[in-house]
């Protein structure tokens, strides 16, 4: 009589089975979940970070008193319009808003063009000489800005652009950060074989550069992009050197708020509120490019 023995049972098999059926393991199509811990801190981080923000729209709806109260109010006040009305009272906030638009604007979109036709040659094309280049324009990122500023008052006066946004575009539309970080985005992320293929059909360099390039790099020319608006938006050096209080931007127009022997800490943070919003509205635009350039540059295909 012929017994047949039952087949042996494999524990590493199923211990395998058994690992990947619990949820929150780190396995390809898998989704991860994170415990409670994880979420609070999540939850603590978006509080610290919004909070300035929660707070500016709380100073700006209230008075110069409330905000001398201790301990402060954290609840919003009844006083947001009234205070935009000293706003626009105290400063030209509209000229100034379209100045720091047209400004911004302009040095983001010649930044990000520049810097993407700058970073493709960098990064794929071979000339002589290239590798010096790109070390000399990485240099150029150590030397302080404030050592430039007479020399580059002294040309724009030379030019008679003083007071004239073209003083504060011009020297902003190309930047060697910009120029580094699309070099590296584009080295990650465009394949050679895809520019030798455009080569074989016929596509000239610059036929490579907006049918190949360009759609490759707009997740990274999205970030740069946002960097350079909110750099651009926020600067207050360079526009109160080269501009006046009859053509200002947002930042230079602040400094004219608030003004007399106490100042109106309301009047400047409801200012401010009114000079933050273009920037979130930019953001809002293209966080969703955002977000897939850092996926992208996570995640290796």
């Not at 010096?132 to 006066?157: C, D, H, K």
């Not at 070099?183 to 596509?203: H, K, M, N, T, W």
């Amino acid at each position: 009589m012929t017994v047949l023995a039952a087949p042996p049972t494999e524990p590493s098999t199923n211990r395998e089975r058994a690992r990947t059926a619990r949820p929150g393991r780190n396995r390809a199509g898998r989704t991860m979940h994170g415990g409670k811990l994880a979420h609070a801190i999540l939850i603590f981080a978006v509080l610290i970070s919004a909070f300035p923000f929660y707070w500016t729209i709380v100073a700006a709806s209230r008075s110069n008193a409330d905000l001398a109260k201790v301990p402060p109010t954290l609840l919003p006040g009844s006083n947001l319009m009234r205070n935009f009305e000293a706003v626009l009272e105290e400063a030209d906030i509209g000229k100034a808003l379209l100045n720091s638009l047209i400004v911004s604007g302009s040095i983001t979109v010649g930044t990000v063009l520049c810097c993407t036709l700058a970073g493709f040659a960098f990064a794929k094309l071979r000339f002589r000489g290239r590798g010096a280049l790109l070390a000399i324009t990485v240099g150029t990122m150590m030397i302080p800005p404030q050592l430039g500023v007479i020399p580059l008052f002294m040309l724009i006066a030379k030019l008679e652009w003083v007071n004239q946004l073209q003083a504060v575009i011009l020297p902003g539309l190309v930047s060697a950060f910009g120029v580094f970080f699309m070099r590296q985005y584009l080295v990650q992320s465009l394949p050679d074989e895809l520019i030798e293929a455009a080569r074989v059909d016929g596509a000239s360099t610059a036929r490579i550069f907006w049918s190949v390039v360009v759609p490759i790099a707009r997740p990274g020319m999205a970030v740069l992009g946002m960097l350079t608006f909110m750099a651009a938006w926020n600067d207050f050096f360079w526009p109160i050197v080269a501009l006046s209080s009859q053509e200002p931007t947002v930042q230079v127009a602040l400094r004219q708020l608030g003004g007399g022997y106490v100042h109106d800490q309301s009047v400047i943070m409801a200012g401010t509120l009114l000079g933050t919003l273009p920037v979130l509205l930019v953001f809002g635009l293209l966080g969703r490019q955002i977000v897939g350039g850092i996926m992208q540059g996570a995640v290796k295909g």
